[in-house]
């Protein structure tokens, strides 16, 4: 055992091959002929914007990196020039396999559906004619064709948007001759319109904008002659930088810094498949980018916009079959969720459960006289919030309410700014987190005074405060009345909203503090119990998996002999099954109708399992550069009820993808004789009571 490096570079996976090989594994749900079809056109705008934000944060990440000379290489010991040629190489194949799905898969059957997407050499008369009528009323006057000369220089362009690239002949109209223009759609327009019943030959057939531009990009260059028209479009980087040690304000540097994400540095370009070459290279040029960074699309260049039509379409038989999340029948029959907490811990897996009992933790102690005070985490909560309504109500009736914002809640800043505002406005106390960490953990604390004493009221999750992504992610949430709990939490919301030092924790585990060292020090356990011949388990299931040290720690229990389990839905940097190294490592990616998103370390103990559930994934800005929480799952039936949902996981021959030694990713199947099992749909019967048959995808 001592003669191997466990920190040798090849039993390590290069981290952003393996988010990308994450998406090539949800590009295959939009080519799965069993799932249905507009979820498999949801499944590839997913990849879309997935590949966005991968290009904005970690390609630009790396590209800064080369530029400044880094020599500092990852685990893998690959530098950042070396993972960026292989980044272009692996999403080019990507990128060329999603519009080939969208060309060749999707669209031909979602036509025999009768939704078309209507070509311009398709269009009859009756079409041309809204067509012209179209875009003389509703794009003509807001179109501004910018033509490139000395005095014209070339725009700027907002990260992301559409785009096109004009090559013209002849001279304006005071004798200007400069043989290109660009033309911006401005995001307010519609980049899929619907064909009017008039001149529809069906009740779902649209009409893109890049389309409507083409046919008529004409009449912008009145009295010259169009060669072409080619849509683009440049993603930028999109990592905000605030240096916090010397901002006065974060909130109002946010908005600054905010507004500059917008112009960037480029870091891709995808461009019309027909675009001459001469045009590419002009293209390329005036963004500073390399041939490497040319993404030649057949198709629309912002394919995420066709998610329109997933939600768009009333055709709910080319959808996921509706269901309702159960509300546990203690909570129904409860009536006070304080009084059921008081007799019991309740433990919700969303979204087969509902988030509903959540909503109204914080509703009811909004309007409960007896609580004088709720504490919250808000990092995500989407728009419209009943959570934030609650808030704003309680913090107008003079309840004491606190509310730590993470302003730097990446693409939603925005967002988190105006609700830090309105919180402000409301009465409550506005905290942006802690400088140099962002505040991940998700904690509602509502303190309440019974029989003359206060008693504390906690709700503790994986996942965010937004009721939207509970009905698609699977995140767990505990709400309980463990008074030791409730006095950890008390303690971590004073150590975020004051300048005192680090209060020892009881039960919680809290980055950047002693979460990693708590779970390294569980993983060595199983070692020993293992070397003790009392043998010794683990199942860890989280987002990602890079984390060097925690890889070496996993690496040197099995090698103790410890039977691991790994559920990893994203990034994973282990390699299972190496002779000598990691034989006794399995790793599994679920990819299926929800986003997993449980973040759960088991530990078998020798017979005295330790079981928490997380905020956080591991990963280093989760152990060191984040405030993050794991709390234990104590009850012997919480446990159970986690263990079960654990073991449906495991048993998954349908969602299932095993991770082999060389990173590559293997889709399970049923054995022979073997029953197709699918754990997302076994927990929606199980917990959601739906037991109506649910799509395998």
Aim: charge should be negative; aromatic fraction near 8%; charged fraction near 25%.
């Amino acid at each position: 055992m001592d003669s191997i490096d466990l920190k040798h570079p090849d039993l390590y996976i290069n981290r952003q091959m393996s988010m990308l090989e994450f998406n090539a594994r949800v590009l295959e749900q939009a080519r799965a002929t069993d799932v249905p079809l507009l979820e498999r056109l949801r499944f590839l705008c997913i990849v879309s914007t997935n590949l966005d934000e991968f290009f904005e944060i970690r390609v630009a990440g790396l590209k800064q990196a080369h530029e400044l000379g880094s020599t500092q290489a990852g685990a893998d010991n690959r530098m950042p020039q070396e993972v960026l040629r292989d980044i272009s190489a692996r999403a080019h194949e990507l990128v060329a396999e999603q519009y080939d799905i969208l060309n060749n898969e999707l669209i031909p059957a979602l036509a025999r559906e009768g939704i078309r997407f209507i070509r311009r050499d398709e269009w009859n008369a009756a079409q041309r004619t809204w067509v012209q009528r179209y875009f003389e009323q509703s794009l003509l006057p807001v179109l501004s064709p910018l033509g490139l000369d000395p005095a014209h220089p070339f725009p700027r362009i907002l990260n992301k948007s559409l785009n096109f690239i004009v090559e013209l002949e002849g001279k304006d109209a005071f004798g200007r001759n400069s043989g290109m223009a660009v033309v911006q759609a401005p995001r307010s327009l519609p980049r899929l319109i619907p064909v009017p019943a008039d001149a529809a030959g069906g009740p779902n057939e649209w009409v893109f904008l890049s389309s409507m531009i083409h046919a008529h990009v004409h009449q912008l260059f009145p009295g010259m002659t169009v060669l072409g028209c080619f849509q683009f479009r440049v993603t930028r980087n999109s990592d905000l930088y605030v240096d916090e040690e010397e901002v006065d304000d974060l909130l109002v540097a946010m908005e600054g810094e905010l507004q500059s994400r917008r112009y960037g540095d480029a870091v891709r370009l995808e461009v019309a498949a027909n675009c001459p070459d001469h045009m590419r290279r002009f293209l390329l040029d005036e963004f500073e980018l390399a041939a490497d960074d040319l993404y030649p699309v057949d198709g629309p260049v912002n394919v995420n916009r066709l998610m329109a039509i997933c939600d768009g379409v009333d055709r709910p038989d080319l959808t996921f079959p509706a269901f309702t999340p159960a509300v546990p029948s203690e909570v129904t029959h409860s009536g006070s969720l304080f009084k059921l907490l008081r007799k019991q811990d309740l433990l919700l897996h969303h979204p087969f459960q509902s988030f509903a009992p959540v909503v109204d933790f914080v509703r009811q102690a909004s309007r409960d006289p007896a609580v004088l005070a709720i504490k919250q985490t808000l990092y995500r909560t989407g728009p419209d919030s009943a959570i934030v309504d609650a808030l704003v109500a309680a913090a107008r009736a003079g309840k004491e309410v606190t509310v730590i914002i993470e302003l730097r809640a990446r693409f939603d800043e925005e967002a988190n700014i105006r609700l830090a505002n309105m919180l402000q406005d409301a009465g409550a106390h506005v905290v942006y987190g802690v400088v140099g960490h962002k505040t991940h953990a998700k904690m509602v604390l509502v303190v309440r005074r019974e029989n003359g004493r206060l008693r504390n009221y906690v709700h503790l999750g994986t996942g965010n405060y937004h009721s939207r992504t509970a009905r698609l992610y699977t995140d767990y949430g505990l709400l309980t009345a463990d008074p030791v709990i409730g006095e950890d939490v008390h303690r971590i919301f004073l150590q975020l909203t004051s300048l005192g030092k680090v209060a020892r924790l009881e039960k919680l585990l809290e980055s950047p503090f002693t979460l990693f060292d708590t779970l390294l020090q569980n993983i060595e356990r199983e070692a020993e119990h293992a070397r003790a011949g009392r043998g010794g388990r683990i199942i860890l299931k989280v987002n990602s998996l890079v984390e060097p040290r925690t890889v070496q720690a996993l690496y040197a229990a099995s090698m103790a002999g410890v039977e691991i389990d790994l559920i990893i839905r994203g990034m994973c940097a282990l390699r299972p099954g190496v002779a000598g190294v990691s034989e006794t490592i399995r790793v599994r990616s679920i990819i299926g109708r929800f986003l997993e998103h449980t973040r759960v370390f088991y530990f078998a103990n020798g017979g005295d399992p330790v079981l928490y559930a997380s905020s956080a994934d591991c990963m280093e800005r989760n152990f060191f550069r984040r405030v993050e929480t794991a709390f234990p799952i104590e009850p012997p039936a919480l446990q159970q009820q986690v263990l079960s949902d654990l073991e449906d996981y495991l048993r998954d021959n349908t969602q299932a993808w095993l991770l082999q030694p060389d990173g590559s990713y293997r889709r399970a199947h049923p054995a022979d004789g073997e029953e197709p099992f699918s754990s997302q749909q076994a927990l929606l019967v199980r917990l959601s009571g739906h037991g109506a048959p649910i799509q395998d995808v």
